[in-house]
């Protein structure tokens, strides 16, 4: 469990108010961004959900760090075409912040659990089920 410091007292029962705050990335800093992933082979996704897990770190000092991000599970068409409903499932990214990794090791790792998540896309789709008997 990630145990993110609050900035005040929480109140005893939950209330799902919340509030959005917009604002705009330069267009220098994410070129510069996607050129060091580009520099290690990485994508920007990748970069950036690296640089994530180092601030989610930074705010917790926890050793390990887990993101998951989400991967559709539609290759089949053909076999899903009939089935109505979003097939999803979530990629677990743990970075492990123990032995002092630098931001170059972490990018790899993310990187590593990626592509072998990607490589096997197709043995994450849901199972589907005989029809049932008439």
Known sequence: MLELPSDRPRPGSQSFRGQTT????????IQSVEMLGQRYGATLFMTLLATFSILLHRYTAQEKVVVSSPIGSRNAASALEDTVGCFANLVPFCSDFAHGSSFVELLARIKQVALNHY???DYLRPRQTAPLMQ
Do not use: E, K, S, V
């Not at 917009?22 to 800093?29: E, P, S, V």
């Open 22 to 29: 917009r604002f705009l990335i330069d267009t220098a800093l």
């Open 119 to 121: 490589a096997q896309f």
